[in-house]
């Protein structure tokens, strides 16, 4: 089982001033523990309720984050969980992926989703389509993706957005390109477009164990619909351990042994108190050298 951290809080001791070096040493200890992966979310606002925070607490820009993290790191895989379709055009998204791959070293995910978060939208001034216009650019987006990486140059029109001749100048050092993530489990669009476009999908652990199966179950009917091989489709679960909290280690291998039961191979953890780093310590101790066989 793989183990991934996603940082989707940026309120720590010290203000504004203390994110550059409490990120550093989180991602610092992250790869020095073994984790596999570092995510951060695409949000200007923060979650209302996450952590207990305001939707005023601070917040950082998802790809301008992760070039700062793949200069610090050498090893871990870097991603958005998930880029919302809104909020950058499908043709400037696909620049800064191919940016962050080549800088990173080929580390990067393609992490994305219809976005759903109405109130930041409207409150920074970003059109927020219908719910089936934002599936709609989702698909553009996908397409877009697999046209552009699958040469060095591409002429594409989709429903919505259109790239008379976009270039894949560097080209990506992911073989054959970074992984295609989809976030969300609706059964008709999002799990369907997993089977058709995608590498990878997140399902976040809030849908219960029984939702979590039901939304596994339901990729494998839309791949075997489509003809894909269901076990080429990397499946990542979501979510929150507090170790200083109500959360224990031996909860937290339980957790993730029901995940790989069920088929996860990528676990993705919250932690309300990394910046302590004394979770990420205890990861590295007990946790993910006991479910590294799993």
Same mark, same amino acid.
């Given at each position: 089982m793989n183990i991934g951290l996603q940082i989707p809080s940026f309120k720590y001791p010290g203000g504004a001033s203390?994110?550059?070096p409490v990120l550093k040493e989180i991602v610092a200890?992250?790869?020095?523990?073994?984790f596999y992966s570092l995510w951060v979310m695409d949000h200007y606002y923060q979650i209302k309720g996450l952590f207990g925070e305001a939707y005023t607490d601070p917040m950082m820009e998802a790809y =301008?984050?992760?070039?700062?993290? +793949?200069?610090? #790191?050498? !090893?871990?895989?870097?991603?958005? $969980?998930?880029?919302?379709?809104?909020?950058?055009?499908?043709?400037?998204?696909?620049?800064?992926?191919?940016?962050?791959?080549i800088l990173s070293g080929g580390r990067a995910y393609f992490g994305i989703g219809a976005a759903w978060y109405e109130e930041e939208a409207k409150g920074y001034g970003i059109p927020y389509p219908s719910t089936a216009e934002r599936f709609e650019w989702l698909e553009d987006?996908?397409?877009?993706?697999?046209?552009?990486?699958?040469?060095?140059?591409?002429?594409?029109?989709g429903k919505h957005f259109?790239?008379?001749?976009?270039?894949?100048?560097?080209?990506?050092?992911?073989?054959?390109?970074?992984r295609i993530m989809i976030g969300g489990t609706g059964?008709?669009?999002?799990?369907?477009?997993?089977?058709?476009?995608?590498?990878?999908?997140?399902?976040?652990?809030?849908?219960? =164990?029984?939702?979590?199966?039901? +939304?596994?179950? #339901?990729? !494998?009917?839309?791949?075997?619909? $489509?003809?894909r091989d269901y076990n080429t489709v990397e499946k990542t679960s979501l979510s929150t351990v507090h170790l200083s909290g109500k959360d224990t280690v031996e909860?937290?291998?339980?957790?993730?042994?029901?995940?790989?039961?069920?088929?996860?191979?990528?676990?993705?953890?919250?932690?309300?108190?990394?910046?302590?780093?004394?979770?990420?310590?205890?990861?590295?101790?007990?946790?993910i050298p006991a479910v590294a066989d799993l």
């Open positions: 203390a994110i550059r200890a992250a790869e020095k523990a073994g =301008t984050t992760l070039g700062y993290l +793949a200069g610090l #790191t050498e !090893k871990a895989y870097l991603g958005v $969980l998930v880029a919302g379709v809104i909020y950058r055009h499908p043709s400037v998204l696909m620049k800064m992926v191919n940016t962050l791959d987006n996908l397409k877009l993706a697999k046209a552009l990486w699958a040469s060095d140059e591409t002429a594409f029109q259109s790239a008379p001749a976009i270039t894949n100048n560097p080209r990506p050092l992911s073989n054959p390109h970074p059964p008709k669009k999002t799990l369907r477009m997993v089977a058709q476009y995608a590498d990878a999908c997140n399902i976040g652990d809030w849908e219960g =164990t029984e939702g979590m199966q039901k +939304a596994l179950d #339901t990729l !494998k009917e839309h791949c075997q619909a $489509l003809g909860g937290t291998i339980g957790r993730i042994k029901e995940f790989s039961r069920m088929g996860f191979t990528h676990a993705i953890f919250n932690m309300p108190d990394v910046y302590t780093i004394t979770p990420l310590e205890t990861f590295a101790k007990e946790i």
